[in-house]
């Protein structure tokens, strides 16, 4: 990976304005972990390596100066992950399940005690009306 990101580096154009750094499980889910100026190019290789330690795979992209991708390399990390199991994957799908339910008990509860609020001062409004009526009724 090292050679890997030192030729690229090498093969840049002048025209880079920064290089950014994504990184994550798939390329979905790849979040920004670092940003270099081109005047500051020397460090990308051992930074880049540093926060690849904890990363499945990456992207080193490069920039102009208007914004406009100029060019890009995968960088794949060495280390082998292990396969998940079925029992790890279904574990996983059931606590994703749970917090999804007690996310939906708070959403429900939350609409239930505001539901009991609205009742309750409509139904107040209503006898204060009430008492308000007979107290018209009989001064007439």
Same mark, same amino acid.
């Given at each position: 990976?090292? !050679?890997?990101?030192?030729?690229?580096?090498?093969?840049?154009?002048?025209?880079?304005?920064?290089?950014? @750094?994504?990184?994550?499980?798939?390329?979905?889910?790849?979040?920004?972990?670092? /940003?270099?100026?081109?005047?500051? &190019?020397?460090?990308?290789?051992?930074?880049? @390596?540093?926060? +690849?330690?904890?990363?499945? !795979?990456? /992207?080193?992209?490069?920039?102009?100066?208007?914004?406009? !991708?100029? #060019?890009?390399?995968?960088? #794949?990390?060495?280390?082998?992950? *292990?396969?998940?199991?079925?029992?790890?994957?279904?574990?996983?799908?059931? @606590? /994703? +399940?749970?917090?999804? *339910?007690? /996310? =939906? &008990?708070?959403?429900?509860?939350?609409? =239930?005690?505001?539901?009991?609020?609205?009742?309750?001062?409509?139904?107040?409004?209503?006898?204060?009306? #009430?008492?308000?009526?007979?107290?018209? !009724?009989?001064?007439?």
């Amino acid at each position: 990976m090292h !050679q890997k990101i030192t030729r690229w580096i090498e093969r840049l154009p002048e025209t880079v304005s920064h290089v950014v @750094l994504r990184a994550g499980e798939d390329r979905r889910s790849e979040t920004i972990l670092d /940003r270099w100026e081109y005047d500051n &190019l020397n460090n990308i290789v051992d930074e880049s @390596l540093d926060l +690849m330690e904890d990363e499945t !795979q990456g /992207r080193l992209i490069a920039y102009s100066e208007k914004g406009k !991708q100029l #060019r890009s390399v995968t960088i #794949r990390n060495d280390i082998e992950h *292990q396969t998940q199991s079925d029992t790890g994957l279904l574990v996983e799908g059931l @606590l /994703r +399940m749970a917090d999804e *339910q007690r /996310r =939906f &008990l708070a959403t429900i509860t939350d609409t =239930f005690e505001t539901m009991h609020e609205t009742v309750r001062e409509c139904m107040h409004t209503e006898q204060d009306t #009430r008492e308000e009526l007979s107290d018209l !009724q009989v001064a007439l």
